[in-house]
C-alpha cells in the first residue's frame, strides 16, 4: 500500500505548475520543440523486439472521436499533440472500436476479444480472473505496472486490475472555478490534472525501470474546458472541441515530462480511446445507444522511441482489439491467447515500403447491447459490420412492433459522413455482411473457457456511474 499511497499522494504544486504551464500556451509546443528522441526508420521498428529498455505509456482518451482531431482531417487545429506525434510515428486512419459504451469496449481493448466473446455485455459484467490481461503479460517480463483511471467502468472490481501493481483513481483536487463543464449529466469530481500528477508521482518513483503506465483521461468525457482560452465558440459541439484542445495540452505536459526525465527515448507512447460521440448526426447525441460511424471510429496513434520522418499512416482498416496483439508483437513480449485482434505490424512495415499490405479485407465489428444499463430489459444487439468502404448495421429490435429489427447499410466510397442508406441499391452486398453479422452473433467461447465476471454493483457504485450520465437500474 506504500506504492499506492506515495504515487497518489496530493501535490498541490505539480498540479498549480501544471496549470501555469498550460495556461502559457507551453504545452502545445514544447514536446515538439524539445523532443530529444534520434531519427529512426522502419528497421527501428523491427528491432523494438530486440531492446530490453523500451517503456509504454498507453493514453486512453475516453469518448474522442477520431474526425475531430486535425490530424485525422479535421479542419479544425484541436489537437497539437496528437498530430505531432502522428507526424513522427504511425497513425491508423480507419481504427474501429469494438462498442460505443466504455466498459464493453475496454474489455475487448484489453483481450483483443469481440465482445460477444468476451460477454461483457451488460452493466454487471466484468472480466473473471481467468481472463489474461496484457498487464499482466509486461508485470511477468519485469515491467512496473501502474493503471490511472477515472472512469467507474473501468474500476478494479470489473477485472480490469489484473497484472497492476498500482491501479488506483487519482485523488480529485477539486475543479479550478475557471474550468466548465458542460456536459449536463456529468458529476464527476476532480480533472485529468489529477491523473497527470499520479501519473507523473509514479514515473518520479519507478521511471529509471521499465514500466507499462496506463492514464485513463475523462476530461472530453465531461466537456469541460477552459473559457478564457476557448478556440472555437459555444455551442455543444464547439464546446466538445475546446474540451479536446485542452486534453490535447494535458497530453503534451506528460509527453513534456518524459522529454525532461530523458524517458521518450525509451517510450513506445500509445495513444487510443475507447469510443467517440454522436452530435445529432442521426438524432441521436453521446454515446453508448448505438454503433455508427459516429461513436465507433476512433484515433489510434504510436508514437516510437525515436521520430519517423515523415510518419506513417495504416489506411487499412484496423481495429481496437488490435492494439495490445500489436504492442506485445513489436516489442517481442508473449501473445495473449486466442484473440479475435491481431498484430499490425505488416501494416505498419507495407505503410513503411509504400505498398499495400497484403489483406486488405479486415472485418471489423463493433457491438452494443442497447439493454446494458436495465437489468429487467431484454437484450438489444445492435452490430455494426465493416469491410472494405461498407458498414452495414444491424439493430435486433424485441420482436414487438413498437421496437422492430432495422438494418441499415452505407457505402463511405460514395458517402464519406455514411449518411445514406443504400440497403435497397445493394442488397447482395447487405446479404453478405448480414450473413457475417448473424455469424458474429452466434459465435461463442472467451479464450479463458467461461463466461463474464458477474459483479453485484452496489447503491454508492451505481450513483457514481450515473454521475457519468448513465442510466442504471
Known amino acids: 500500500m ?81 498530430d505531432y506525434m502522428a507526424s513522427t510515428g504511425v497513425r491508423f486512419a480507419r481504427q474501429l472500436a469494438q462498442s460505443s459504451w466504455t466498459k464493453c469496449s475496454m474489455a475487448s481493448l484489453w483481450t483483443g476479444v469481440y465482445p460477444q466473446r468476451t460477454g461483457v455485455l451488460r452493466s454487471p459484467h466484468g472480466t473473471p480472473e481467468e481472463a489474461l490481461m496484457p498487464a499482466e503479460i509486461f508485470r511477468e ?33 477539486g475543479r479550478p472555478r475557471h474550468l466548465r463543464v458542460e456536459n449536463p449529466h456529468i458529476k464527476l469530481e476532480g480533472t485529468d490534472l489529477d491523473a497527470l500528477e499520479a501519473a507523473v ?22 466537456y469541460l474546458y477552459d473559457p478564457s482560452s476557448a478556440l472555437f465558440g459555444t455551442t455543444y459541439s464547439d464546446i466538445y472541441d475546446n474540451s479536446i484542445h485542452r486534453t490535447d495540452g494535458i497530453i503534451g505536459q506528460l509527453l513534456t515530462h518524459l522529454v525532461d526525465e530523458g524517458l521518450l527515448e525509451k517510450t513506445l507512447v500509445v495513444m487510443a480511446s475507447d469510443h467517440g460521440e454522436a452530435f445529432s448526426e442521426r ?117 414487438e412492433p413498437e421496437d422492430p429489427e432495422i438494418e441499415s447499410l452505407f457505402d463511405a466510397s460514395e458517402d464519406p459522413l455514411e449518411r445514406r442508406n443504400v440497403i435497397e441499391d445493394l442488397p447482395d452486398v447487405a446479404a453478405d455482411l448480414r450473413d457475417l453479422a448473424d455469424e458474429y452473433l452466434a459465435t461463442e467461447g472467451a479464450p479463458w473457457g467461461g463466461g463474464p465476471l458477474e459483479v453485484e454493483i452496489d447503491e454508492m457504485e451505481a450513483n457514481q456511474l450515473r454521475a457519468l450520465g448513465y442510466a442504471i437500474e
Do not use: C
Request: proline share 6%.
Open 283 to 399: 438524432g441521436i447525441e453521446g454515446h453508448a445507444r448505438e454503433v455508427f460511424r459516429e461513436s465507433t471510429e476512433v484515433p489510434f496513434i504510436l508514437g516510437f522511441p525515436f521520430r519517423l520522418e515523415p510518419g506513417l499512416v495504416v489506411e487499412q482498416r484496423t481495429r481496437n482489439v488490435d492494439i495490445f496483439p500489436t504492442i506485445l508483437d513489436l516489442l517481442g513480449l508473449s501473445p495473449l491467447p486466442d484473440t479475435d485482434g491481431r498484430s499490425l505490424a505488416p501494416e505498419i512495415f507495407a505503410s513503411a515500403s509504400g505498398r499495400e499490405a497484403a489483406d486488405d479485407d479486415l472485418v471489423g465489428v463493433s457491438h452494443l447491447d442497447r439493454g446494458w444499463g436495465r437489468a429487467t430489459h431484454p437484450s438489444r444487439p445492435a452490430v455494426a459490420v465493416t469491410l472494405g468502404p461498407y458498414r452495414y448495421v444491424l439493430q435486433r429490435g424485441t420482436g
Open 201 to 222: 508521482e509514479f514515473l518520479r518513483i519507478h521511471g529509471k525501470e521499465r514500466w507499462f503506465l496506463y492514464v485513463h483521461l475523462m476530461d472530453i468525457h465531461q
Open 141 to 173: 517480463a519485469g515491467f512496473r505496472t501502474a493503471g490511472i483511471w477515472r472512469n467507474g467502468w473501468v474500476a478494479p472490481n470489473f477485472g480490469f486490475s489484473q497484472g497492476f501493481e498500482v491501479y488506483e483513481r487519482p485523488l480529485p483536487q
Open 2 to 82: 506504500k506504492i499506492v499511497r506515495t504515487v497518489l499522494a496530493a501535490s498541490a504544486g505539480l498540479v498549480a505548475l501544471a496549470a501555469i504551464l498550460y495556461f502559457a500556451g507551453v504545452l502545445q509546443i514544447e514536446v515538439g520543440n524539445a523532443d530529444s528522441r534520434p531519427r529512426g526508420t522502419v528497421y527501428d521498428i523491427e528491432s523494438l523486439k530486440r531492446r530490453d529498455d523500451v517503456n509504454v505509456l498507453f493514453i486512453l482518451t475516453d469518448t474522442l472521436r477520431a474526425h475531430r482531431l486535425h490530424s485525422y482531417g479535421y479542419e479544425r487545429e484541436t489537437s497539437p499533440t496528437f
